[in-house]
């Protein structure tokens, strides 16, 4: 008979240890990997155990934070002082334009030498002058009026606006009057069309101001809407009139008096007072209304 093999005694297994690679799974992912439903029965497996640092990090971060606070407080302030010192800046130097432009056109056409000569002094007077400070009115930094109520500047506004129309629509009428008299084509450069636009617009935008100082006219319309039309197409015009002061500049009559460094200066005053109005009426109306919901 053949003897039975007893079967060869097994060695005890040894206990499991925590794996020194900084994970305390039930078993190794290397070992587990291998049988089916690992992850599920061994969830510990991936689970890290230096706790330690991310404590350490976390109180170190909630440390911080405070710090970081007053950082972006003090970042937000500074930022805030600044943009008013340079809107402060911007709109002084669209006062000193503006004045000094309009002077140096009137020296230059010496008006009462001839019929012309009016035309070019009142044209800046109107929108170089008279209709920047008419916008500058409401800025909150370079307002030579900031002690008047909101209704007192509105009033001042007004006033303004109807002086600029005034002297654009007499500047208009000599330069007609000056080109009968020497039989020459009406409106036949591009400075005349825009000139003429521009002088149509101030007188619209003038009468659209009616419905802002007697609200109780236009009874459908929410003052909120008609203040944000009313700046827009203001906007508008403002820009039209700077656009006929800059051909005019172009024209025979400048150019022939005005060269070099001092034609490209006076070309500057236009735009830089045209920059200022459109950062002011921007920043009142046009960005507030497109930031609400």
């Known amino acids: 008979m053949h003897s039975i093999r007893q079967p060869l005694p097994m060695a005890p297994a040894e206990p499991r240890s925590v794996v020194s690679d900084g994970w305390t799974p039930c078993e190794h992912p290397s070992e ?6 690992w992850w599920i029965k061994h969830a510990c497996a991936l689970t890290p155990v230096k706790l330690s ?13 405070p710090l970081a606070r007053l950082t972006m407080a003090l970042s937000v302030e500074t930022e805030s002082h600044i943009y008013r010192a340079l809107r402060t800046a911007s709109g002084a130097a669209a006062h000193l334009v503006a004045l000094g432009f309009t002077i140096f056109v ?8 001839s019929l012309f000569s009016w035309h070019p002094m009142l044209m800046s007077l109107a929108f170089s002058f008279l209709m920047t400070e008419a916008l500058l009115v409401f800025s909150p930094e370079s ?24 002297c654009a629509l007499l500047g208009l009428g000599l330069v007609i009057l000056h080109k009968e008299q020497l039989g020459k084509a009406h409106l036949a450069t591009w400075h005349g069309r825009a000139g003429l636009i521009a002088v149509l617009w ?15 006219l236009l009874p459908r319309w929410p003052l909120a809407k008609l203040k944000l039309y009313h700046a827009t197409s203001g906007l508008v015009g403002y820009l039209l009139g700077s656009a006929s002061l800059l051909l005019g500049m172009c024209s025979l009559w400048f150019t022939a008096t005005v060269t070099g ?30 930031i609400q919901p």
């Open 32 to 37: 587990t990997a291998r049988r089916p439903g």
């Open 53 to 65: 640092a991310q404590r350490r990090l976390r109180s170190m971060t909630e440390r911080l934070q």
């Open 106 to 113: 009137a020296v230059l056409a010496r008006p009462g030498s």
């Open 143 to 166: 307002s030579l009026l900031r002690s008047l109520s909101r209704k007192g500047r509105a009033r001042c506004h007004w006033v303004l606006q109807l002086l600029a129309l005034l």
């Open 202 to 216: 101030a007188g619209l935008q003038c009468s659209g101001g009616v419905g802002l100082l007697y609200p109780k």
């Open 261 to 290: 460094g001092v034609w490209y200066l006076a070309v500057l005053c236009p735009v830089i007072t045209s920059l200022v109005i459109m950062s002011q009426v921007s920043n009142a109306y046009l960005y507030r209304k497109r």
